[in-house]
């Protein structure tokens, strides 16, 4: 039997990390789209020679990877440059995914959570899974958040932000969500668990 396709998603900041690795701890797969990005723009990564092609060289850098600071300041300046580098990434990305869900499934997985930041976004996703779960908070919340995590500017975040599915289109079309302005780690993983049980008892 095909176990049971979680989508997760959030805005950044939101906790969506923690819920996930909650999940996984539960006895989830976890098919993370964001690193298998990571490991096609890493040295030697399967796209890296498309996107020079698109970008020019100069969006490697100097150890091989894609060069992210020069493709977010290239993203931010130029929204057509974005939807290049999807082109380029996404049916990759999606390759990838499939393969990673099959081999858990055989694993015989109690469920695979694909963690997709563009869900919200993406017909395609959801239409792969059973499940939405998504991770929300206030925007004044993400800000701060990630302000502390990545040492980022305000600016620099809020123009994550703006690049990312409005709040209340995420909300429309989740099952279930998480509310993740106040809680503690501890009490976002018992909402978690409780869903967990929940769905798994469906």
Known sequence: MRPLH?????GIGSGKSTAAQTLVELGAALV?????????TAPR???LHAIAQAFGPELVSDQGGLDRDRMRALA??????LRRLEAILHPLIGDTARAEAMGAAQAGA????FDVPLL??????RGRVDRVLVVDC???TQISRVMAR??????TVLRVIAQQAPRPLRRSIADAVIFNDSLSRQALRDEVLSLWRHWRAA
Not at 32 to 40: E, G, H, K, N, P
């Open 150 to 155: 990545n040492g980022w500017a305000e600016e």
């Open 138 to 140: 206030e925007e004044a």
């Open 76 to 81: 931010f300046s130029d929204p057509s440059a």
């Open 45 to 47: 990564g399967v796209a």
């Open 110 to 113: 109690a469920a695979v959570v």
């Open 120 to 125: 919200a976004e993406s017909a395609h996703w």
């Open 32 to 40: 993370d789209t964001d690193a298998i990005a990571r490991r096609l």
């Open 6 to 10: 979680i989508g997760l998603t959030g």
